[in-house]
């Protein structure tokens, strides 16, 4: 059985359009995050009020996380409290944003702040959907992750960044390594746009979906890149455009398999996992798209550019090559 | 060929068998993080106070030694409180250029005339908040390396709380709390330094104190309480240490702790040693003489610390003399246990929505590669298998990040083998027979997943060397996970292919 014939798209023809698209879901994303004041951190990142709630009987954790979520408190995080009978709820949530708490200046406003949160949250819970509530208590917790995580963090990233392009770079070519490396920073930031675009929060475990992100672009440009490299040894002939064209239309049955495989996997988390795995499985989503997309879109003409510029080929290239050429080898 | 084949098969088994053991049961193998499992809920406070004190105590000692340099006379410098020194008896005729001093050297500090030759010399209010807040921050810095140090991954380390000096710790599991507890608090604050007097059983028996000299408590080997009366100025302290390590004393087959000293400690060591030998140097832990051995000769920059330790003791200690002292002691305030960060409720739909998104991808190979699919299934099956025994193999903790990097894996192995089978499909639609179709197939594909699966893995080393937290656990699940796609994908899928057509002479086609 076989999902598509073969296919002589001529991928490079559309170079432009991609780039178009791709500059248009990053300004849109940039104009976004201006507009709401930077991306959303979580309670991750940020000060947080905590609150435990002691209820009559045994609270369910979902019934809560239902109440504060219609508070707006989309990454407030829900723990049992304590010795299972004594029916506690651990609810710690983000501060409150400077100007609900009425612009009050320095610690006063912190308070008030926590007080307004916290109260707002008892009021909810005294509502009665989660069960009868008997006492509780608040306190300021203070963000997860300091400065010195982020930064050691961003580092590790970048160094990662890095060793993948000269382990690319080594094992096929510079400019390869050059192609996934920019492919991949692209795919980040296209879906760091998604991610503000469709109001979703910044969290520990949404960074860990970004680096599965660039972990699968990876994977995916380096099938590609691969066939390139092999091509190029069986077609001495043809001019490179026309080998990343018949390398893309080889590999697009295995591309599209793989993606529909994988999108199907995570496309079950967005759709069943629940309220607070939702950020993280959007973002395996998109970028399970972004990722193949960017492949085909960014990587390969990255390489066939930055040829026609050493090489001056570019202009003979697109003239030489009317059509793409047959797959069939 | 039939022979190594078999072999190959009972390899496999053997595999497969030792991962069921390993894994058995998973309840008790697999270690749960906090955002899966939960874990415990402490509350500590930070004595800040402490900090404030030894700021106090150091800043007479180094301001009455420059005076004394700069031949500025004065009678004494007493400590009145926390941050409050008094200057008795101050030569007032050279007040400008202690002023001077003041305002270069301590301009956290006022100086103000107490009447009668007295000047005080408090910290401001200011600073000595900022001085708290450094603390508290600090605390929280080594209370992570202490964790670290203890294999703990990805607690949850933050402020707590409006004073301004508490501090939560959430720690993932209920293994050994006491033990967890006992090394968040340990304040580890190491001295070594020369022994005036002593010991004595009386500090009565001790020459009078001046201000140069204390009295330190030291148990003695018939089990009562000494004194020795040693120098106030530490010749090395905890900051010198480079490394520390548990190990035995040959000569009295008993557990010590090993340190050794970086450069500028080490140089500092020798002189001190050098220029005391034949003295006696106490080693000083939070305030208590463990031992106080006699300096034989110099000694560069390898030490011991001897006590009455047990071999437990000894590796805790050698772990909190690496991860460094508390700038002030901590006192637990509140213990509870947690519930996973995730919610039980989003386990439990998580979990759900993953076997389903898993059996869908599975059943869908198996729908369109009909019979070779059922490798691919086994191949990503018993990777899974090789992630999970390699998790409670090492006792790494799983927690959401590293299920991410579960999810990657799966996604190139679910790759490398469509990679695979599109290959074979294709190499036979050129008309080679099947059996040449897999060889010929298996082997074009070998240097695409190993360079895919190469690469992530070089970055899942990096993240693992230079990461903390969520950003190792998702390495590490990567790295298992790539080590064994690359096997599966590659050695297992093709021994069944083998093995089902090892059978037959002559295969005409291939379901797939």
Redesign the interface.
């Given at each position: 059985?076989?999902?598509l014939g073969d296919t002589r798209i001529d991928w490079i023809k559309y170079r432009w359009w991609f780039a178009g698209i791709s500059l248009a879901l990053l300004v849109a994303g940039v104009f976004d995050v201006i507009r709401k004041d930077g991306l959303r951190y979580g309670i991750d990142f940020s000060e947080g009020t905590?609150v435990v709630a002691k209820f009559a009987e045994a609270p369910?954790?979902?019934e809560v996380?239902a109440v504060v979520n219609d508070l707006g408190y989309g990454s407030a995080?829900?723990?049992?409290?304590?010795?299972p009978e004594m029916n506690q709820v651990?609810i710690r949530v983000e501060k409150a944003a400077e100007d609900e708490t009425g612009g009050a200046a320095g610690q006063q406003s912190?308070?008030a702040g926590?007080d307004e949160t916290a109260n707002r949250i008892l009021a909810a819970l005294r509502g009665g959907a989660a069960g009868e509530l008997v006492s509780s208590s608040t306190?300021?917790?203070?963000?997860?992750v300091?400065e010195?995580?982020r930064r050691?963090?961003r580092?590790?990233?970048l160094?990662?960044?890095f060793?993948?392009l000269i382990?690319?770079g080594f094992?096929f070519e510079p400019v390869y390594g050059v192609g996934a490396t920019v492919a991949v920073i692209h795919d980040v930031l296209v879906t760091l746009a998604l991610v503000s675009l469709f109001n979703y929060e910044i969290s520990?475990?949404v960074?860990?979906?970004f680096?599965?992100l660039?972990?699968?672009s990876?994977?995916?440009t380096?099938?590609i890149f691969?066939?390139v490299r092999?091509n190029r040894h069986i077609h001495r002939r043809l001019d490179l455009g026309a080998i990343v064209n018949l390398s893309i239309n080889?590999?697009l049955?295995?591309t599209v398999?793989?993606s529909g495989?994988?999108l199907?996997?995570?496309?079950?988390?967005l759709?069943?996992?629940?309220?607070?795995?939702r950020a993280?499985s959007f973002v395996?989503v998109a970028g399970?798209f972004v990722g193949t997309y960017s492949s085909i879109a960014i990587a390969s003409p990255i390489v066939l550019w930055w040829r026609s510029v050493r090489g001056g080929t570019a202009a003979t290239a697109e003239q030489q090559r009317p059509q793409a050429p047959p797959v069939?080898? | 060929m039939a022979r190594r084949l078999r072999l190959k098969g009972v390899l496999l088994l053997l595999l497969v068998a030792g991962l069921v053991y390993v894994v058995n049961p998973p309840r008790d193998t697999l270690v749960l993080g906090l955002d899966l499992q939960g874990g415990i809920h402490l509350v500590m406070r930070v004595h800040t106070e402490d900090a404030v004190r030894v700021l106090t105590d150091e800043t007479a000692e180094q301001f009455a030694e420059n005076l004394d340099n700069q031949e500025i006379d004065f009678a004494d410098i007493e400590t009145e409180g926390l941050g409050q020194l008094t200057i008795l008896n101050l030569d007032e005729s050279r007040l400008r250029e202690v002023r001077d001093t003041v305002a270069f050297s301590w301009p956290g500090w006022d100086l103000r005339s107490a009447g009668g030759g007295d000047w005080s010399f408090n910290l401001r209010p200011s600073e000595e908040i900022v001085v708290r807040e450094q603390t508290v921050t600090q605390a929280m810095e080594t209370i992570r390396r202490r964790v670290d140090e203890l294999g703990v991954a990805e607690p949850v380390i933050t402020t707590h709380g409006n004073t301004g000096d508490q501090i939560l710790v959430q720690l993932p599991g209920y293994e050994d709390v006491a033990r967890a507890k006992e090394i968040i608090q340990a304040t580890a604050q190491l001295e070594l330094r020369l022994v005036q007097a002593g010991p004595a059983l009386d500090e009565a028996a001790l020459p009078p104190l001046n201000s140069s000299v204390e009295n330190i408590p030291t148990e003695l080997p018939t089990g009562a309480i000494g004194y020795y009366q040693v120098n106030r100025v530490a010749a090395i302290t905890g900051r010198d240490l480079r490394n520390a390590r548990q190990a035995i004393d040959f000569q009295t087959n008993t557990p010590n702790v090993e340190f050794s000293l970086h450069a500028e400690g080490a140089s500092r060591f020798r002189d001190f040693t050098g220029a005391n030998v034949g003295r006696q140097m106490a080693i000083v832990l939070d305030d208590l003489a463990v031992s106080a051995p006699v300096i034989q000769s110099p000694i560069y920059d390898q030490g011991q610390i001897t006590g009455n330790f047990t071999v437990d003791e000894a590796v805790d200690l050698a772990l909190v003399l690496r991860a460094g002292a508390l700038p002030a002691s901590l006192e637990y305030q509140e213990e509870r246990t947690v519930g996973p960060s995730l919610g039980a409720d989003s386990i439990r739909s998580g979990v759900t929505a993953s076997l389903a998104g898993l059996a869908g991808v599975l059943l869908f190979i198996i729908f369109y590669y009909r019979l070779s699919g059922m490798n691919a299934v086994v191949a990503l099956l018993l990777n899974l298998l090789i992630l999970v025994g390699a998790m409670a193999y090492f006792a790494a903790t799983l927690t959401l990040p590293g299920i991410a990097g579960v999810i990657l894996t799966i996604g190139m192995g679910v790759d490398a083998n469509v990679l695979i089978f599109e290959r074979i499909k294709e190499e036979m639609r050129t008309g080679k027979p099947p059996r040449t179709a897999i060889s010929v197939g298996f082997s074009r594909v070998f240097w695409t997943i190993v360079d895919a699966n190469m690469t992530s893995l070089v970055a899942a080393a990096i993240l693992f060397q230079f990461g903390t937290g969520p950003v190792q656990g998702f390495a590490v699940t990567l790295s298992i996970g790539l080590v064994s796609n690359v096997f599966t994908a590659m050695f297992v899928s093709r021994y069944i292919f083998d093995l089902v057509l090892s059978g037959r002479r002559q295969v005409a086609a291939l379901s797939i």
């Open positions: 059985m076989d999902i905590m369910e954790i979902d996380r995080v829900i723990q049992s409290y304590d010795r651990m912190t308070e926590i306190e300021i917790v203070g963000p997860v300091g010195e995580l050691r963090a580092n590790a990233t160094m990662a960044l060793a993948m382990y690319i094992r520990l475990n960074i860990a979906a680096m599965t660039v972990g699968y990876v994977n995916d380096i099938v691969d066939r092999e080889q590999t049955r295995r398999l793989t495989l994988t199907l996997a995570v496309g079950a988390l759709t069943w996992g629940g309220e607070v795995l993280f395996l399970v069939r080898v | -």
